[in-house]
């Protein structure tokens, strides 16, 4: 069984940057798999950040195309996502999420991790 | 952009009742990406059904799902307990490339 596991700092101050990293266990992040970012603010609706191939290929939702950036590090087996200039509008749980057995949905999830930006 | 508008927004039903809950797409959306996922409080979300109908591995056979056009079905024929939870419906393919609808609450009447 797949398993995400997300982590990182729980505030961040306005216009600063989020940084969140996801480990990925029991998996290889080398797979031919897309790995995401989705984000849900508090009490509203999922929003698909971004993705990335293990090769490096990435897609952003253009929305955030601007300030997101997500990469891979192989040797940690952990996905990595950052944005900024943030404001009180990026206040979310935020998930990472795999491809792969189900098309293009997605099978395996992390538990989430609650980022708020605040001063 | 896609845009996925899930109904009702909140349904009230009763263990043992069928539910029917709705995601209408503004554009047309390949069957093949449609995914319906559940979600309970302080969890991610779990995938039910991909490819509209085809159910993920251990989900079931209580949940289906269904489309005709632009509109997407996805029914419960029994509600257990475990079953009331919030549903999200997603297509894959469009700008950006996945989009969410904004979730069907299904609460015990």
């Known amino acids: 069984q797949v398993q995400l596991q997300e982590s990182g700092p729980g505030l961040v101050k306005p216009s600063g940057t989020l940084s969140l990293t996801c480990a990925v266990s029991?998996?290889?992040?080398?797979?031919?798999?897309?790995w995401s970012w989705v984000r849900q603010p508090p009490g509203k609706g999922l929003e698909w950040i971004g993705e990335?191939?293990?090769?490096?290929?990435?897609n952003y939702n253009p929305s955030l195309k601007s300030r997101v950036t997500i990469s891979v590090d192989k040797s940690k087996s952990q996905l990595s996502l950052k944005l900024s200039s943030v404001t009180a509008a990026d206040t979310a749980v935020y998930f990472c999420?795999?491809?792969?057995?189900?098309?293009?949905?997605?099978?395996?999830w992390g538990q989430g991790t609650l980022v708020t930006v605040s001063s | 952009e896609i845009v996925l508008t899930q109904s009702p927004g909140t349904l009230s039903l009763s263990p043992g009742e069928r539910a029917t809950l709705s995601c209408r797409a503004s554009?047309?959306?390949?069957?093949?990406?449609l995914a319906w996922y559940q979600q309970k409080p302080g969890q991610g979300p779990r995938l039910l059904i991909y490819g509209t109908s085809s159910r993920a591995t251990g989900i079931p056979d209580r949940f289906s799902g269904s489309a005709s056009g632009t509109d997407f079905t996805l029914t419960i024929s029994r509600l257990e307990p475990e079953d009331f939870a919030v549903y999200y419906c997603q297509q894959y393919g469009s700008s950006p490339l996945y989009t969410f609808g904004q979730g069907t609450k299904l609460e015990i009447k």
């Open positions: 999420a795999r491809t792969g057995e189900y098309s293009y949905a997605y099978g395996y």
């Open positions: 990335i191939y293990h090769s490096g290929s990435t």
């Open positions: 554009q047309s959306v390949s069957s093949r990406y």
């Open positions: 029991t998996d290889s992040i080398s797979r031919s798999n897309w």
